[in-house]
């Protein structure tokens, strides 16, 4: 299996506190790979080791197959953005994107032009990024990542202030790069849902160390199915619940319980419940989603 | 490396601050000579002592002697030696101009732009867009020296033909303000040692910069060296604990550099400016090398 990076308790150590404590962490080439976890969980941290632009404390570093010191020479085949796009604000998107390419050396005619059509910015003309709204600097940030055509594209919190127009079309373009660039992506975003609709590969990071690593298709198995029940009697439902054999329950709320068994016979249930005059609001079968079992992982 | 020169150099021309730093000092340049106009009129006035008979009475011929150069610099603040000649003839323009240079007034100007400029990259976060692509990040710090250079070989030319033009039209009621075309060649030698020394300070104030990622830090520590504040304890670090300092500073060569300085001050001020460029420049590179991005 030919890893884009692999890590081996990648480590970084600021005095005494682990921001990222020996971290073991596989990407797959032209995979997308959803990284996950709390504000301060080590996210950004982790993705600064993997861009260079952090040392790690300890641990190794496989880029692109490379290791030691070799690896640092792939660095230029990974474009990022971490945290808040880095914009000169006096200038407009235009200008910052030369400003990149000539760093890269890259000269090619229309290519800034080319970039800014990509993520939607072509008609900005002369406007000044301090003008740009939120969304604005985060789809030029995203272009400046694009710059070099990276193989690797980091992007830490990519949709942050996009409105969901804006986030449906940055969904489309990943995809777009996935495909028909085999660029591979490792992303973190807070909004999961739109994770899980665009990962191949989960990354659950929670204070500094990773507590799983999976695939979209183990990510759906672990999703646990239960049975919701509604009823404002919950007191009176659960003896019921008991003699129809269902042990594996929990009284979430007062007017809400779980039943974790598989294979509930939903009809009969109903109608002891009503029998023993209990008043069912609804009864539903229901699949946590990426949410749900990430909130499960990080309980503290 | 030139790819990072050549990104520095576009984003110069573009940085507003750069040439607001610039524009203020045309200002200053032109009040500067305002004020030759002045000190003139107070020499011109009738019972008005020339600086030619001052030094007739002290024994010290020239404008380098009339600087007081041989006592090391303790006074804080900028203070432009206005050339005099022994026969009150009126100093040719490159007199004038390298009087300037010596005064570290364009340095005060030079380290704000300096400071504006490196931190820029920084507090926008821009510098995290170039610093994992580029293989040796010490390139990019080093790829600065270039802009360094280039700024001050602007300020140094955008400073002259603004004086040339100011000293023409303010000073006009004197007579017409000779170029000196006797002194080029010393001057030559001279703003190579004013660039070198003027290099020198801005690798330390960059230092400093990238070290504490402080715009006002930066600043203020530009504006308080260039005023002369390490002379200031320098010579007091002489009386109390007998360590010569002063004349291995920047600013206190920097003054030494007037037409008619002898060579060898020329020289040490060369030598020490290329000692201390070399040494402040290694420094923020090793340390912007090491340092994480953030």
């Given amino acids: 299996m030919e890893y884009v990076v692999d890590t081996k308790a990648l480590t970084k150590q600021y005095g005494r506190h682990k921001a990222v404590d020996r971290v073991s962490l596989h990407i797959r080439r032209g995979e997308i790979y959803g990284f996950i976890g709390r504000n301060g969980a080590g996210k950004t941290t982790f993705m600064k080791m993997i861009s260079g632009l952090s040392t790690p404390t300890s641990g190794e570093l496989a880029l692109f197959g490379a290791s030691g010191k070799e690896a640092a020479k792939h660095h230029s085949r990974i474009g990022n953005l971490i945290e808040q796009p880095g914009l000169y604000e006096g200038m407009g998107a235009k200008e910052n994107l030369h400003l990149k390419c000539l760093a890269l050396g890259i000269h090619a005619h229309g290519y800034e032009e080319s970039l800014l059509q990509t993520v939607g910015l072509h008609d900005t003309g002369k406007k000044k990024v301090k003008q740009f709204s939120l969304g604005m600097k985060q789809r030029l940030g995203i272009a400046m990542a694009l710059a070099g055509r990276p193989d690797l594209l980091i992007l830490d919190e990519p949709v942050n202030g996009l409105d969901p127009q804006g986030i449906a079309e940055i969904r489309e373009l990943l995809l777009k790069l996935k495909t028909e660039k085999n660029m591979t992506i490792l992303i973190s975003s807070h909004i999961l849902e739109e994770l899980y609709k665009v990962a191949d590969t989960f990354g659950i990071i929670h204070k500094g160390v990773l507590i799983q690593e999976l695939s979209k298709e183990e990510l759906d198995q672990k999703c646990s199915e239960y049975t919701e029940i509604k009823t404002p009697n919950t007191e009176m439902a659960c003896p019921v619940i008991e003699q129809m054999g269902y042990r594996n329950y929990r009284v979430i709320s007062s007017d809400t319980i779980h039943i974790y068994d598989t294979a509930i016979e939903i009809g009969a249930l109903n109608m002891a419940l009503a029998k023993a005059g209990c008043m069912v609001e609804s009864l539903q079968v229901v699949q946590d989603k990426l949410e749900e079992y990430f909130l499960h992982l990080t309980k503290d | 490396m030139l790819n990072l020169i050549h990104m520095n150099l576009y984003r110069m021309a573009k940085t507003k601050s ?277």
């Avoid at chain 2, 020239?62 to 610099?73: I, K, M, T």
């Avoid at chain 2, 020329?266 to 090398?289: C, D, W």
């Fill in chain 2, 18 to 294: 750069l040439w607001s730093c610039m524009l203020s000092m045309v200002f200053f340049c032109i009040f500067s000579c305002y004020m030759v106009s002045i000190d003139y009129e107070m020499h011109h006035a009738p019972n008005a002592q020339t600086v030619g008979q001052e030094n007739e009475q002290s024994g010290i011929v020239g404008v380098y002697e009339g600087a007081d150069a041989g006592e090391p610099e303790s006074t804080f603040g900028i203070t432009v030696q206005v050339p005099e000649k022994e026969n009150g003839e009126m100093p040719a323009f490159l007199e004038f101009y390298n009087s300037d240079l010596a005064s570290g007034i364009i340095l005060l100007f030079l380290s704000i732009g300096c400071v504006i400029y490196f931190n820029g990259e920084q507090k926008s976060g821009f510098l995290k867009n170039i610093a994992g692509q580029t293989r040796h990040k010490s390139c990019i710090f080093l790829s600065k020296i270039v802009a360094n250079m280039l700024y001050i070989l602007v300020a140094l030319l955008i400073y002259g033909v603004t004086q040339f033009i100011a000293l023409q039209l303010i000073l006009k009621g004197y007579g017409p303000i000779r170029f000196g075309t006797e002194y080029l060649s010393e001057t030559f030698l001279l703003l190579l040692a004013n660039f070198v020394l003027y290099l020198a300070f801005l690798g330390g104030i960059s230092l400093i910069t990238t070290v504490t990622k402080s715009t006002a830090v930066g600043i203020t520590v530009g504006i308080m060296a260039a005023c002369g504040l390490p002379a200031t304890f320098g010579v007091y670090m002489e009386k109390l604990l007998h360590v010569t300092i002063v004349k291995y500073l920047v600013t206190t060569n920097m003054h030494q550099l007037l037409i008619g300085a002898p060579q060898k001050n020329v020289l040490f001020a060369l030598g020490t400016g290329t000692i201390s460029a070399a040494v402040y420049y290694f420094l923020a590179t090793v340390y912007f090398t090491r340092k994480d991005i953030v």
